[in-house]
């Protein structure tokens, strides 16, 4: 029993001194802060090329594997409308395959006003969690070019951001993997 | 006639006399203008207020003891002017080093700037193209570059405290292709390793 509360007394102070050790630099939080910031905006990038009636099916379909990357397993996206009082959660992947194949001739999706509401704080297992809105523009055409549909949705994305490593040439790499979680609408409006 | 004579002699005497006190006291005067301005050279010299180097202090300090001023408030500032001069002769040496070492790393720099000029300019190549098409060919021609399209990528957010913070890694593949897709290169390459085929075979960017 003595040297079980050893033990544990033992984990518990590197637990903390290793804690204590990630502390990170105001220089190094900036940077994990904009790193999570330009996947966003990737995202934003992806979803506008997913979703336009341009892109050639396989680089849609590329773009689709990208944007997937992106995502932690199990997430999901808010999918709102003027014309539903629900808001419809779909899976990422189920999410960019209805993206691109919308029943305009032509849409535009552009993503503004980036920001974090909630700023990226360290959790206990070392995972900085934070939440980004963006403000979602979406116009629909039809055949004629006509603008049929449009609205803007605020959405708040969570944001996750853990140190990993890998070997990469033999040397071991420190990296900050960055993850989005659920992508939930809070306000829909014309 | 013999009046005449001594009034002469006397008179040339007393001449002569005050001529020699006349020089006495310039000399004087003089040494105590020297000692003066050695006690103000030298206390420029101990408290920094002259823009000599250290080659010319050690040449007014010279010429200084060269007048082997016999005042001790003369030999205590000497002391202490040749502990200053060897101060700064060590931070001119440092100086000088550390000015070395600035150009050796700026050729270095630049070295590198021209040795990766080639592959940064196929990278803004791809996020400039005109077109899917357009990019895709710049893409191929890019991999030619490469090893495989596999080969890792590494991208460093940030450098603090001696070390890199990377993103997730990257192939060059999948680079390349995100170049394409934002449109956008704001990154330097920094380092490549190469096969003996002079491929690259790992690449390591920062954002700009």
């Keep these: 029993m ?14 903390i001194s290793s804690a204590v050790a990630q502390e ?38 590329r773009v689709i594997d990208r944007a997937d990357e992106l995502f932690m397993q199990g997430s999901e996206i808010g999918v709102s409308s003027l014309v539903r009082p629900e808001i419809s959660y779909y899976t990422v992947r189920k999410y960019f395959e209805r993206l691109m194949r919308l029943n305009y001739n032509k849409v535009e999706i552009s993503w503004y006003n ?29 055949a004629e070019g006509r603008l049929v ?42 | ?36 301005q050695a006690k103000k050279d030298l206390t420029a010299i101990i408290d920094g207020s002259t823009s000599w180097t250290s080659a010319q202090m050690e040449e007014r300090l010279a010429k200084i003891k060269s007048f082997n001023i016999d005042d001790e408030d003369v030999k205590s500032l000497i002391e202490q002017a040749e502990a200053k001069i060897e101060d700064v002769k060590a931070a001119e040496i440092r ?7 600035s150009r050796e790393e700026e050729a270095r720099r630049r070295a590198q700037q021209s040795e990766f000029a080639v592959v940064d300019n196929q990278f803004m190549a791809v996020a400039s193209a005109n077109g899917i098409d357009d990019a ?47 449109k956008d290169y704001k990154y330097r390459v920094v380092s490549a390793k190469r096969n003996s085929m002079d491929k690259i075979t790992e690449l390591e960017l920062i954002v700009k």
């Design chain 1, 24 to 61: 990170l630099s105001p220089e190094r939080k900036q940077a994990i802060d904009s790193l999570a910031l330009e996947k966003i905006r990737d995202l934003s990038k992806y979803i506008s090329i997913i979703g336009s009636k341009e892109t050639p099916w396989s680089e849609a379909n």
């Design chain 1, 2 to 15: 003595k040297r079980i509360a050893f033990l544990i007394v033992i984990l518990s102070a590197f637990g």
């Design chain 1, 114 to 142: 980036i920001e974090y509401v909630s700023d990226l704080q360290r959790q206990p297992d070392g995972t900085y969690v934070g939440v980004i809105t963006i403000f979602q523009k979406f116009k629909g055409y039809d």
């Design chain 2, 1 to 36: 006639m013999v009046l005449l004579v001594a009034t002469i002699l006397i008179g040339g005497a007393t001449s002569c006399k005050s001529k020699k006190k006349l020089a006495k006291e310039k000399a004087a005067a003089e040494y105590a203008l020297k000692v003066d």
């Design chain 2, 136 to 182: 895709n060919n710049k893409i191929r021609m890019a991999l030619k570059y490469f090893e495989t399209p596999d080969i890792p990528v590494l991208i460093i957010i940030s450098q603090s405290g001696g070390f890199n913070d990377y993103d997730r890694p990257t192939t060059i593949s999948k680079f390349l292709n995100y170049l394409k897709d934002k």
């Design chain 2, 95 to 101: 100086k000088a080093e550390e000015e070395r070492l």
């Design chain 1, 149 to 190: 549909y449009q609205d803007t949705t605020k959405k708040d994305i969570t944001v996750y951001v853990k140190r990993k490593e890998t070997q990469i040439g033999g040397r071991l790499i420190g990296f900050w993997d960055v993850l989005l979680g659920d992508i939930r609408v809070k306000e829909t409006s014309k």
